[in-house]
């Protein structure tokens, strides 16, 4: 649930694009996609039920099981999926409703150069669905690129081509975004970052407890290679050098622990002293295929991993690095491409890595690549049919009660002082919502989009995002603009802006729903907005002050007591084990683990506010009393059943902790959950109250 947007990064580089207006190539007598599959009904809408319950279980002695039970024993994970949770519920009914405005927008008849979304997302949905047209161009797609990466014969060549990659959207070495500077929102600002590993972490390379993943991913290396025309010989060799590349840049790489920490991942260079400390990496360059004037300053977020770089490009030969690329274009590239290679690309990425036994519906993959390239245009469509704007007034409804409670707790929170106090006060302030949808969407008519090309259009949509997004570096922020898409079911705080984000997605069942009392709907969307209004002040959103800068605005001693409370956190989800021999990471889940506190504490605060204020609500509904509703409502939103290698793959690199304990993990600390279920001393489910914490 609920990303916390610290930079986004998705940001392609930009190429100059002859602007045309994009029109539908098809009319309503055209036949659809040769394999454009009968569409089937939506699944159920997963709402909150009793029935997922197991009323055998004692809520003191499980109650993830009594809030989820049934749910749990009737839901495998399906084949095409890794795990199956309320969340991919939600999404998997979303997809359906996608799919059927594909399938309209597909046959959408509009007269020649009418720049309409549908035309956009029509045109691009047949390019993926055309597997016959894919088959037929096999490696065509990424020739010239392969030409181009043998015919690399200086580090000037390799710096001009890695450019051109990422400009479109083709990652290797390291990433560059272009975001807010967080010492000075106002403005965008160029970062870059380390990167370069195909590998969800640099553990996957570096820890005994994957050898075994390891060797399957060189498997992986050596049969992608060799459906590229090697011979195995070479195939093999060329997969040693990938690993020992990316190996050497995974330990240059710091851990995901290392990159919580604002103000430590926030290094503020000039141009001369980047050059000074990474001569072998030609900037110059790189800006400049890059079609960026070369930046007043750069923001490194990890310099040791660039100076590791720095001597890897000198110490390694220009052929090790061309096959490298190689790999990255084909491993890029690979999901849309001929069958072999896709097939070949989940074999290792889907069933290795999350233990996904089958691929998704192709249709199903298509809306991916278009809700990733052109999302808005997407997210318009969706709109117009699924979001009514009743949704959007009761939800910001929803959003101004939670609020008025966390600004009552924040002006009277006991360990804080009162000079800390006012500054956070001050920010809260500042604070602002966005529900559903951008009021204005983004205009693709820039991008060509043709139904016979479909790996150039995602490359011209990439270079679209990336013009867009490097033209503004040193320009004023644009804070109408949104970091994920209206389609999209999540939500997410962005500290630069000091605000949380709701897509249209999310605002369903079993998060928003207007047939539920208010219990339910507070346990499950009251506390996702008090999670993310939280996150401004949790371990890492604490660290912006009122204009979203990093800015140290707090005394050492009210920093102190913050981190006291925040230590009880991390202990209480390391002692939760995942697999046998693996727990969950408190210091890497802490924010996300802070916010679902601060979202219970918050969300039952407003509901028994709204109790109060209308008595008639109060009612025992199932059985249960509205405080025991808020609370399986609650779980309910985190039942999950997942993969033995996705489960390890999450504990690895996901910053939020599994479901099953964001689903108890945080009422441990209330007392009113225990007063709800009459959960005693020595229940399994009890801790003890000095080991509670409670910070907002």
């Not at 207006?21 to 996609?33: H, I, L, Q, V």
């Not at 070495?173 to 403005?187: L, R, T, V, Y």
């Not at 060329?238 to 290094?267: C, F, G, M």
Request: aromatic content about 10%; some cysteine.
């Amino acid at each position: 649930m609920a990303h916390y947007i610290m930079k986004m990064i998705t940001f392609f580089p930009a190429i100059v694009l002859l602007v045309v207006t994009t029109r539908c190539t098809t009319t309503a007598a055209d036949p659809p996609p040769a394999n454009s599959p009968a569409m089937a009904a939506p699944p159920r809408v997963p709402a909150f039920s009793v029935a997922y319950m197991d009323r055998s279980v004692n809520p003191g002695v499980d109650f993830y099981h009594f809030a989820d039970g049934q749910w749990l024993k009737k839901n495998p994970v399906p084949p095409d999926k890794s795990r199956w949770a309320s969340f991919t519920e939600l999404a998997e009914r979303n997809w359906h409703l996608i799919h059927e405005i594909l399938d309209a927008a597909v046959l959408q008849k509009a007269p020649p150069h009418t720049p309409l979304p549908r035309c956009e997302v029509g045109d691009f949905f047949a390019s993926v669905m055309d597997t016959n047209r894919i088959e037929k161009l096999g490696l065509k797609p990424i020739a010239d690129d392969l030409k181009r990466i043998d015919r690399i014969k200086s580090g000037q060549d390799l710096f001009a081509l890695l450019a051109d990659l990422h400009q479109r959207g083709i990652g290797g070495i390291f990433h560059a975004d272009f975001g807010p500077d967080s010492k000075n929102s106002s403005i965008y600002a160029v970062e870059l970052r380390q990167g370069g590993l195909s590998l969800p972490d640099r553990e996957y390379y570096l820890k005994a407890g994957f050898t075994e993943k390891l060797k399957q991913y060189h498997d992986h290396l050596q049969k992608m290679f060799g459906l590229l025309g090697e011979t195995p010989a070479v195939a093999v060799a060329h997969a040693e050098t990938v690993i020992a590349l990316e190996t050497e840049l995974a330990k240059a790489s710091r851990t995901r622990v290392e990159l919580r920490d604002p103000n430590k991942n926030y290094n503020k260079l000039t141009g001369h002293q980047l050059t000074a400390k990474t001569p072998a990496l030609l900037w110059t360059i790189y800006f400049a295929d890059r079609k960026l004037a070369e930046p007043a300053y750069e923001i490194v977020g990890q310099p040791e991993f660039f100076e590791a770089v720095n001597q890897l490009v000198q110490e390694r030969p220009l052929s090790d690095w061309k096959v490298y690329l190689r790999w990255h274009l084909l491993h890029e590239s690979a999901p849309l491409l001929p069958t072999a290679f896709e097939q070949e690309n989940f074999n290792f990425f889907g069933k290795v890595l999350s233990g996904q036994p089958e691929q998704e519906p192709r249709w199903k993959r298509a809306a991916h690549v278009i809700d990733g390239n052109i999302g808005e245009a997407l997210g318009q469509l969706y709109v117009e049919k699924y979001f009514p704007p009743e949704a959007r007034a009761r939800m910001n409804e929803l959003v101004e009660n939670l609020k008025v409670v966390f600004h009552d707790r924040l002006e009277k929170v006991s360990w804080m002082s009162d000079g800390t106090r006012a500054k956070a006060l001050a920010k809260f302030a500042r604070f602002t919502q966005k529900i559903g949808h951008p009021d204005k969407f983004r205009d693709y008519s820039a991008v060509i989009i043709r139904r016979d090309d479909l790996l150039d259009n995602v490359h011209r949509a990439a270079a679209f995002e990336s013009q867009r997004e490097i033209a503004r570096v040193g320009k004023p922020v644009d804070r109408t603009e949104w970091s994920m898409t209206p389609e999209t079911v999540n939500a997410y705080f962005n500290p630069q802006l000091n605000e949380i984000v709701f897509p249209a997605g999310i605002l369903q069942p079993p998060f928003f729903d207007v047939t539920m009392d208010d219990a339910v709907n507070y346990g499950a969307i009251g506390v996702v907005i008090g999670h993310e209004m939280t996150h401004g002040y949790d371990d890492q959103g604490r660290k912006y002050d009122a204009d979203g800068n990093l800015n140290d605005w707090w005394t050492a001693a009210d920093a102190r007591a913050f981190d006291d409370r925040a230590q009880l956190v991390v202990d209480e989800y390391n002692a939760f084990e995942v697999l046998p021999g693996l727990h969950v990471n408190g210091k890497l889940t802490l924010g996300e683990n802070l916010a679902d506190l601060g979202g219970v504490h918050i969300a039952y605060e407003a509901l028994q506010r709204a109790l109060a204020k209308d008595p008639s609500r109060r009612k025992t509904i199932d059985g249960f009393t509205p405080e025991q509703r808020f609370f399986i409502s609650f779980a309910q939103v985190w039942r999950t059943n997942i993969r033995e290698a996705e489960a390890q793959r999450l504990a690895t690199v996901d910053p939020h902790s599994p479901g099953r304990f964001r689903a108890f993990g945080p009422l441990l600390n209330l007392q009113a959950f225990y007063d709800a279920f009459d959960i005693k001393p020595g229940s399994p489910m009890w801790r003890a109250p000095e080991q509670r914490a409670e910070i907002w």
